[in-house]
């Protein structure tokens, strides 16, 4: 595959060779091309292993647990008694957290809640002391039809 500029003349000699050889060119891509066939193979293999399954463990609700609440608006409550700031919620974490077993903590975040809201009350948690802190949810519709 060859390129010519230019005109023709009649005296070889005196004109210059205005084209690319591509050969080399084809030669070295191909030759990457077989480099990249022969190691992808090796890199995309795996150790294999027989991963663990996902499974939605019912939650063990213990009298001792501690429910906090968080409604879309953001306003929290603990059980059914709303807390009037945060302060307030952390100085009764810290009477939890001082309990001998120290009782978990259990978030309930509405759907429609600002992520800022829970992240608040796990500062909360954070800054009482609380060891356990975990976040209650619903399984997808069809997860719990199959239980």
Known sequence: ???QVGQAEADAED???NTINTTPLVDVMLVLLIIFLI???VVTQSIRLELPHERNV???TKPENVLISVNRDGEIYWGMER???IEAL???LKVEAVKEPQPEVHIRGDLDVRYEAIGRVVVACQRAGILKVGFITEPP????AQQ
């Open 1 to 3: 595959m060859a390129m």
């Open 39 to 41: 190691t992808i193979p």
């Open 58 to 60: 019912p939650t063990q």
């Open 83 to 85: 807390i009037p700031d």
């Open 141 to 144: 519709a069809g997860i719990a």
């Open 90 to 92: 952390v100085a009764r």
């Open 15 to 17: 004109q210059l060779n």
